[in-house]
């Protein structure tokens, strides 16, 4: 039944402009079912729109119901409206005076079967059909709650045709309520008509917000990680190559700060593969110099015992040092070719006199022939000190850091003896045994100090390979010391803390008790 004021209204004007809902339904739902086999499969900007549009769908979703809710009570509204003019009309009109078809055009009016109204505790019927049907429905508009209205407005369109209700509502200035009949079939229709519109909309307004972020999420996010993906495929297949020039990233976000740390673990990984190189081929060549070299010194060692032979007082004096020199290069030689890998073998420990030891160290390095750059020496070491160490890893470690003071010291020459000093001191704190090796030289560059005791890093001479702080470290580590660095003093100071290894109580007790 089509009423005057549907014709008026804009939504009924709307809605019989608009295609069948049912002629897009099937597109849908097919398309529905399609994209749940192949969303599996979708990249990260597939599942970027498509998230994008489900959101946006649910949020119109929300807005959705509640409208056609406020749709179902203006269009109930609109006939108490026309109601309450039809109550003027009749109201002041006399008992039965009112002609037949001035009652039926004022139904059509409102598009109801009867209209009432009660005031002051009296109801009266001011216009009806011949035979009012009987109300299947009542519906109270004076005081609806919105979980009310949308209960309602679902129950409304799943109504079957030709459902009677009776709506009751508040008239103005005129007290009590005025109630109408009418066939709820209009009211369905008018509201699908405005949900297949509603919907329409909102899917086009949907498609277009989802397109948009889509784009502004791609461009912002998709794109640069596509960009960082291609770029971590390409290191993988080439870790070694250089790459091309890129341009650092502006972007502080995460994504930049994802590419800037990107780019900075490929450098590093680069400059480790590049020293695992030069650590590989170095290794190959110190096993072929070192097999060699072992044969040499077996000859040079024949040769110094028949050097011991001579009576000549200084040959005699020089003869002992020469041995054990010769001794610990073959020794060292005989280690690196059977441990002649990234490690060194593990420290034979025992209880070593300090004090001598050292001095081995100032005479390997000659500055007691007096022959040597006039550099001082000047020891220190606690009276009867005995380190728990391996005597020969020890003299390496002493000898690399006495070394490189004599080399940094002789490279300011000429010297003086009361400038340019090696100062070596000896100390137990504890269970520890302290050794300091300092000089009076320029100390360590600071360039130099983040990598000290790292291999080909850590050299602030030219032409150093930084190897010599890296074995020393490495020797420490294995006696369970450390060396470091020591902050704030002249020249440069290095500190070894060798700890003493825990003692068996019940050895020690056992071997008290034998003796």
């Given at each position: 039944m089509t009423t005057p004021l549907d014709a008026a209204s804009p939504q009924a004007?709307?809605?019989?402009?608009?295609?069948?809902?049912?002629a897009a339904a099937p597109g849908a739902a097919a398309q529905g079912r399609a994209a749940s086999g192949w969303a599996r499969h979708l990249g990260l900007?597939?599942?970027?729109?498509?998230f994008t549009v489900a959101f946006v769908v649910l949020a119109e979703l929300l807005i959705i119901v509640p409208s056609i809710a406020a749709y179902r009570v203006n269009w109930l509204?609109?006939?108490?409206?026309?109601?309450?003019t039809a109550a003027l009309v009749l109201d002041v009109a006399p008992q039965e005076m009112v002609a037949p078809e001035l009652t039926r055009e004022?139904?059509?009016?409102?598009?109801?079967?009867?209209?009432?109204?009660?005031r002051n505790d009296t109801r009266r019927l001011l216009a009806s059909t011949d035979m009012p049907p009987e109300v299947d429905l009542h519906v109270d508009l004076r005081d609806v709650t919105p979980w009310q209205a949308v209960s309602e407005a679902v129950d409304t369109l799943f109504a079957p045709d030709g459902r009677i209700i009776r709506v009751v509502g508040t008239p103005p200035r005129l007290g009590g309520f005025v109630e109408i009949v009418i066939d709820e079939t209009p009211l369905r229709k008018a509201m699908l008509r405005f949900t297949r519109n509603l919907v329409l909309v909102s899917l086009i307004i949907a498609a277009l917000t989802g397109g948009l972020i889509y784009l502004g999420l791609a461009w912002m996010f998709v794109r640069p990680m596509r960009r960082l993906t291609q770029r971590m495929v390409a290191f993988r297949e080439a870790p070694?190559?250089?790459?091309a020039a890129l341009d650092?990233?502006?972007r502080m976000d995460e994504i930049g700060q994802a590419e800037r740390e990107?780019?900075?673990?490929?450098?590093?990984?680069?400059?480790t593969l590049q020293q695992k190189s030069r650590l590989a081929a170095l290794g190959l060549a110190v096993s072929k110099i070192n097999h060699d070299l072992r044969n040499l010194l077996a000859s040079v060692q024949l040769l110094s015992d028949r050097l011991a032979m001579i009576r000549d007082p200084a040959v005699q004096r020089f003869a002992p040092k020469l041995e054990a020199a010769l001794d610990r290069a073959i020794a060292y030689c005989e280690h690196t070719l059977a441990y002649g890998k990234a490690q060194e073998p593990p420290p034979e420990r025992r209880m070593v006199a300090l004090a001598p030891l050292i001095g081995d160290v100032h005479g390997t390095l000659g500055l007691d022939a007096g022959d040597g750059p006039a550099i001082g020496w000047v020891e220190a070491v606690e009276r009867g000190l005995k380190v728990d160490a391996d005597p020969d890893q020890l003299f390496r470690v002493l000898l690399n850091l006495c070394r490189n003071a004599l080399e940094a010291l002789a490279a300011r020459a000429p010297n003086d003896p009361e400038r340019d000093q090696i100062r070596v001191t000896g100390r137990r704190e504890g269970s520890s045994v302290v050794i300091e090796v300092a000089d009076t030289g320029p100390g360590v560059p600071e360039a130099a100090r983040a990598h000290l005791f790292e291999a080909f890093q850590g050299s602030a001479r030219r032409g150093g390979t930084g190897l010599g702080l890296a074995i020393a470290a490495e020797l420490m580590q294995a006696h369970g010391g450390e060396i470091r660095l020591v902050p704030g003093t002249i020249g440069a100071t290095f500190q070894l803390r060798i700890p003493d290894r825990p003692v068996d109580l019940d050895a020690h007790r056992a071997l008290r008790s034998h003796g």
């Open positions: 004007a709307l809605a019989e402009r608009t295609p069948p809902l049912a900007s597939g599942k970027l729109l498509a509204s609109d006939r108490l409206a026309a109601a309450r004022l139904l059509g009016s409102v598009g109801a079967i009867t209209v009432a109204l009660k070694g190559a250089v790459p650092p990233t502006a990107f780019m900075e673990m490929q450098r590093q990984i680069r400059e």
